[in-house]
């Protein structure tokens, strides 16, 4: 059983940053890929960026290449997500979320972390 502990969210304006962390407990954190994911009101949850922990190989959705950058620390099993330039539309709740390499959906889900950008 993996366990997945989101922290860092908060309220900044426009053009702030934020760094927001995941902490891995349970498992073999090398044997997955954490992914962030956001969810907005009223509209669906989508893959902001990921990294696979063996590789360090990364993935980040257009609209936040360049300002936001994913990383991890293997000694703190934790995955952070680095943002900056914030805009208002990056406003949702942030969920950090693990799977099997070999996996098609994200089995782990943290219990997700608000940031809200205000203009």
């Known amino acids: 059983q993996v366990l997945l502990v989101e922290s860092g969210g908060g309220l900044v304006q426009a053009g702030g940053s934020l760094r927001l962390s995941c902490a891995v407990h349970?498992?073999?954190?090398?044997?997955?890929?954490i992914g962030w994911f956001r969810q907005a009101p009223g509209k669906e949850r989508d893959l902001v960026a990921r990294?696979?922990?063996?590789?360090?190989?990364?993935l980040y959705a257009d609209s936040v290449k360049g300002r936001f950058t994913i990383s991890k620390d293997n000694a703190k099993n934790t995955v952070y997500l680095q943002m900056n330039s914030l805009k208002p539309e990056d406003t949702a709740v942030y969920y950090c979320a693990a799977k099997s390499p070999l996996g098609a959906t994200y089995d782990y889900w943290g219990q997700g972390t608000q940031v809200t950008v205000s203009s």
């Open positions: 349970g498992g073999t954190s090398a044997s997955y890929v």
């Open positions: 990294i696979t922990w063996s590789t360090s190989s990364t």
